[in-house]
């Protein structure tokens, strides 16, 4: 079955830049998708087809995928966007998930 | 608003059963694929079940042949019949919509909470 793998946590100085991996085989092939949850929230799409925001989400949020590896990237990183970050994909009929990633802006 | 309300969670014995309802509003629910999601206490996301607007489904390994995904779009409404419930099924269980043209999960409910243990 398809996988995609995302770095446990990732850390981030306020202001700067962060970014988040999920990998997958030939994931560059495949449109992937990117969710925030904040504690005790449902989760919230930031990021689809790879790169484009959906309305009401930040300019600072943005997206690539390439290869086997698709990226989240947040600029200007803010005390707000410290959550949980899903990357997703499907594959042939079936939806997958990564792992998580929870980012911690200190 | 647009808006999708989860019902139906509680605590169900081993091999029980519970049906898991969610409401839409605000959209042509007909119009849109939808999508069950759950979220294990402290786990990540997995993705359970699929549904198109005609009734097309798809399930994970892990709940196929056990539950059932459903639509009644005259009553706006998703459907998941759970059956031989397992205690690793306990979760909160999630609907989310997804359009046709991008496939994202761009509205979500706010989550039912489902118990299985004796």
């Known amino acids: 079955s398809y996988e995609l793998t995302q770095p446990p946590s990732v850390s981030v100085s306020p202001g700067q830049t962060a970014s988040i991996t999920c990998s997958g085989d030939?994931?560059?092939?495949?449109?992937c998708y990117w969710y925030q949850q904040r504690p005790g929230q449902s989760p919230v799409l930031v990021i689809y087809q790879d790169s484009k925001r959906p309305s009401g989400i930040p300019e600072r949020f943005s997206g690539s995928n390439s290869g086997n590896t698709a990226t989240l990237t947040i600029s200007g990183t803010q005390a707000m966007d410290e959550a949980d970050y899903y990357c997703?994909?499907?594959?042939?009929?079936?939806?997958?998930f990564g792992g998580g990633t929870k980012l911690t802006v200190l | 608003e647009v808006e999708l309300v989860e019902s139906g969670g509680g605590l169900a014995q081993p091999g029980g059963s519970l049906r898991l309802s969610c409401a839409a509003s605000g959209f042509t629910f007909s119009s849109y694929e939808m999508n069950w999601v759950r979220q294990a206490p402290g786990k990540g996301l997995e993705w359970v079940a699929y549904i198109s607007g005609g009734g097309n489904v798809y399930y994970s390994d892990s709940v196929k042949g056990r539950f059932t995904i459903s639509r009644d779009n005259a009553k706006n409404s998703l459907y998941l019949q759970m059956n031989s419930l397992r205690v690793e099924d306990t979760a909160v269980y999630y609907c989310a919509r997804a359009p046709y043209i991008t496939r994202a999960f761009d509205i979500w409910g706010q989550g039912t909470m489902v118990t299985v243990s004796s």
């Open positions: 997703q994909a499907w594959d042939s009929s079936t939806v997958v």
């Open positions: 030939k994931l560059g092939d495949k449109y």
